[in-house]
């Protein structure tokens, strides 16, 4: 990286915080900070919601996967827009309807306070694990182009870069000042931001990396035998079916999505923003996997999870790499932050305020939320600083995903559509899913006689999908069969949505100044990209181009908003 890349990533950072200072003002109140009091538009929550499940750990899990096994990375991604449109016709609606402030609110009503504490503590356990591999995963990409000089106390012996730790502590820092400053408004506008970025850098670097080697032609036949297939290797078509199904129940029952579908003003809009995830995952992937899969031509003994960034490095010119590695930032940011201002929600309102003081005031509560921020935060970056003595972050996410996440949310969403369950059933389902995934995680041997442990073996990563999902499914299917009554929370939940119309759902809605904010971030970028212009040498016509399209982008909006006065 040139000193151009370091000068535009620190402007970038800045913006970052600055926008998180600007929007400070408008948190009020716990729901200003992690609702935004149901104001945000369809379109910021639905890009939102893309960006904080497309982290930047997708660059090196998934971009990791697109260089070791190719076209399979995209088929996995896009399986996710089929979830999300599953999601948008059954559940974001439901949700949108209880006009609650935050999913803690709801589990508190269907399933009692005991359920709300151990879905807060046990659940942010895991979202933590998989936190701390958004962060690592940004400190890798980022190290692997800075290398400093020995005797720099900053140095990693071993590879001659920054220390992974000490990226992972000072970026983890600034994310969390972003979050806490900014809140949930802060996270949607950011998201936002930093999607038009990176949507644009990666149009560019694809036919730049075709170029580099030699064509499209010359890629499909340098890579090798079964890369373009729509499955490979373990990536079985089942595993593809069931990691629809994960991720159905994921972006239907987790926490930061679900909050999503809350911050709308009715359901309509929430079934909008699922649909516009949706879309994003079905169309996108294709873009967002190419430079890794290319890559694979350059340079076949790249480290996988490096690929990505690599293959930017090698065709972006000075200051544009700066410009995507500060996105990538952001979209690490865009996770944890999301993820810290959800779990930080609940911590403040369903423990603290439930549980300890009831009687707080407003001010007290959210500087409880921020000190909560922060805390969840080092637990964070330490978990960061530790993922690569446990296998590295695509064993890491992987095995979350597909044993853990179905456990922890079927219950809620099960809770949500169906009434008999309760708290009982809740302690069952994640109780023996757990267990179940223990058993398949460490008791089937890595190679066996006996035909079922060596087919298990071979196709593990279905098996964990498949266990994740059908042990929880039959627990709660029992308890729903055999129960005599419907619960009292749902009965409640029920009554209260039908007194929730849409009509009353709707709110003064705001949608006018995230959207001139985004604009005015867009059209800043894009004068950055001009003054770069100088000093791109026979690249200028490139980085002119670049900042070309974000101009149009930002005029686009402005004009949009001036057409709906």
């Not at 994921?250 to 516009?276: C, D, I, M, P, S």
């Amino acid at each position: 990286m040139t000193s151009l890349d370091y000068f535009v990533l620190i402007i970038y950072a800045i913006g970052m915080l600055l926008i998180g200072s600007i929007l400070s003002r408008w948190n009020k109140n716990t729901a200003d900070m992690f609702a935004v009091s149901r104001q945000s538009p369809w379109w910021l929550s639905g890009i939102s919601a893309f960006m904080s499940a497309f982290s930047a750990g997708t660059f090196v899990v998934w971009g990791g996967i697109a260089f070791k096994h190719g076209f399979v990375s995209i088929s996995i991604l896009m399986s996710l827009g089929v979830s999300s449109f599953i999601v948008g016709k059954l559940l974001a609606g439901r949700w949108a309807k209880l006009g609650v402030t935050t999913i803690g609110e709801f589990i508190n009503i269907r399933f009692g306070k005991e359920v709300v504490q151990f879905y807060t503590w046990i659940g942010m356990l895991l979202k933590l694990v998989a936190m701390s591999v958004a962060l690592y995963s940004f400190a890798t990409l980022f190290c692997a182009l800075m290398p400093l000089d020995e005797g720099n106390i900053f140095r990693d012996a071993a590879t001659g870069n920054l220390s992974i730790t000490y990226a992972c502590i000072v970026s983890g820092l600034l994310m969390l000042v972003y979050a806490v400053s900014g809140g949930l408004w802060a996270v949607l506008i950011i998201d936002s931001v930093q999607f038009v970025v990176l949507m644009v850098s990666v149009l560019f670097v694809v036919p730049l990396s075709f170029e580099q080697v030699g064509g499209v032609k010359q890629f499909l036949e340098a890579v090798p035998e079964g890369f373009m297939d729509v499955s490979n290797g373990q990536f079985t078509y089942w595993f593809l079916v069931g990691w629809v199904v994960v991720h159905t129940f994921k972006f239907g029952g987790e926490w930061v999505f679900v909050q999503r579908f809350l911050a709308v003003k009715n359901a309509k809009e929430a079934k909008k923003t699922a649909y516009l995830l949706g879309t994003l995952y079905l169309v996108s992937p294709v873009i967002w996997m190419l430079p890794a899969m290319i890559y694979r031509v350059e340079d076949p003994l790249a480290n996988p999870e490096q690929a990505y960034f690599l293959a930017c490095a090698a065709v972006l010119p000075a200051g544009m790499m700066g410009l995507l590695l500060a996105a990538m930032f952001s979209a690490a940011a865009s996770y944890i932050d999301g993820e810290v201002n959800v779990y930080a929600g609940a911590i403040t309102n369903d423990c603290y305020k439930a549980i300890f003081k009831p009687l707080a005031s407003e001010r007290e509560l959210l500087l409880v939320g921020r000190i909560s921020s922060f805390l969840i935060g080092a637990v964070i970056i330490g978990g960061a600083v530790a993922i690569p003595y446990v296998g590295g972050a695509e064993e890491v996410i992987l095995t979350i995903t597909s044993l853990l996440v179905v456990p922890m949310v079927l219950p809620t969403i099960w809770g949500l559509v169906l009434g008999k369950i309760t708290q009982k059933a809740v302690w069952y389902a994640t109780g023996l899913s757990f267990l179940a995934a223990f058993v398949v995680k460490v008791g089937i041997p890595q190679t066996s006689d006996v035909a079922i442990l060596s087919w298990l073996s071979e196709n593990a990563l279905v098996a964990e999908v498949a266990v994740g999902v059908i042990v929880p499914f039959i627990v709660l299917a029992l308890f729903e069969g055999v129960s005599q009554r419907t619960a009292d929370g749902f009965v409640q939940l029920h009554t209260r949505s039908l007194q929730k119309t849409d009509a009353e759902q709707v709110g003064s809605t705001v949608a006018a100044y995230p959207a001139k904010l985004m604009a005015y971030s867009i059209g800043a970028l894009s004068v950055l990209m001009y003054a770069l212009a100088f000093t791109a040498g026979s690249k200028a016509g490139l980085v002119i181009g670049f900042g070309v399209v974000l101009s149009v982008i930002c005029g686009l909006i402005l004009w949009s908003l001036k057409k709906i006065k």
